[in-house]
T-cell receptor, first 114, second 111 residues
Framework: DGGITQSPKYLFRKEGQNVTLSCEQNLNHDAMYWYRQDPGQGLRLIYYSQIVNDFQKGDIAEGYSVSREKKESFPLTVTSAQKNPTAFYLC?????????????FGPGTRLTVL | SQQGEEDPQALSIQEGENATMNCSYKTSINNLQWYRQNSGRGLVHLILIRSNEREKHSGRLRVTLDTSKKSSSLLITASRAADTASYFCGDSGGSNYKLTFGKGTLLTVNP
């Protein structure tokens, strides 16, 4: 069953903690993306990766970090430096290496800071 | 920066009616994409229309693109309660090929 998965679905973080959100895809896609969505807002790009072992900052990368050691996986770490991390986080993947291709989204992770 | 902006922000219709949502963008594009998001879920791709295309159909969906007005519209015909969702347009163009999403239109289809 092909697709893109994110875990956990809900995540609670205490202030000062780092947390890592998982994103896995078995679509054999080269490109992967992380977006943040706040209530009533559109998506904002955090990081993207066009190929294994390479990634680029998006519009709001401060306080976040990523790695792309495997084609299938693109985990996002929300660090304590991110001052307002409560949001809905969406991971996506794409066939090509540019944004112009269709993006396939995971179900999202809702992060809440306690 | 270029950004798809959807209009209206919210739309409420009765089942069976047609729903039209509009999207405007600021600069030239390579393509424009429409996505649907059910509450608390990820986005689902609906249609991609390229800059040299004017109209595209997919089932009950019809998308038009007017590059002279920098706008696109999404028409959902014979709407169903299951069409209730937020609809986003994302435009990609310019030199950095970044896909940028608007704030979306919240469509409510009442049974």
């Amino acid at each position: 069953d092909g697709g893109i998965t994110q875990s956990p679905k809900y995540l609670f973080r205490k202030e000062g903690q780092n947390v890592t959100l998982s994103c896995e895809q078995n679509l054999n896609h080269d490109a992967m993306y992380w977006y943040r969505q706040d209530p009533g807002q559109g998506l904002r790009l955090i990081y993207y990766s066009q190929i294994v072992n390479d990634f680029q900052k998006g519009d709001i990368a401060e306080g976040y970090s990523v790695s792309r050691e495997k084609k299938e996986s693109f985990p996002l770490t929300v660090t304590s430096a991110q001052k307002n991390p409560t949001a809905f986080y969406l991971c996506a993947s794409g066939k090509g290496q540019v944004f112009t291709d269709t993006q396939y989204f995971g179900p999202g992770t809702r992060l809440t800071v306690l | 920066s270029q950004q798809g902006e959807e209009d209206p922000q919210a739309l409420s219709i009765q089942e069976g009616e047609n729903a039209t949502m509009n999207c405007s963008y600021k600069t030239s594009i390579n393509n424009l994409q429409w996505y649907r998001q059910n509450s608390g879920r990820g986005l689902v791709h609906l249609i991609l229309i390229r800059s040299n295309e004017r109209e595209k159909h997919s089932g009950r969906l019809r998308v038009t693109l007017d590059t002279s007005k920098k706008s696109s519209s999404l028409l959902i015909t014979a709407s169903r309660a299951a069409d209730t969702a937020s609809y986003f347009c994302g435009d990609s163009g310019g030199s950095n090929y970044k896909l940028t999403f608007g704030k979306g239109t919240l469509l409510t289809v009442n049974p």
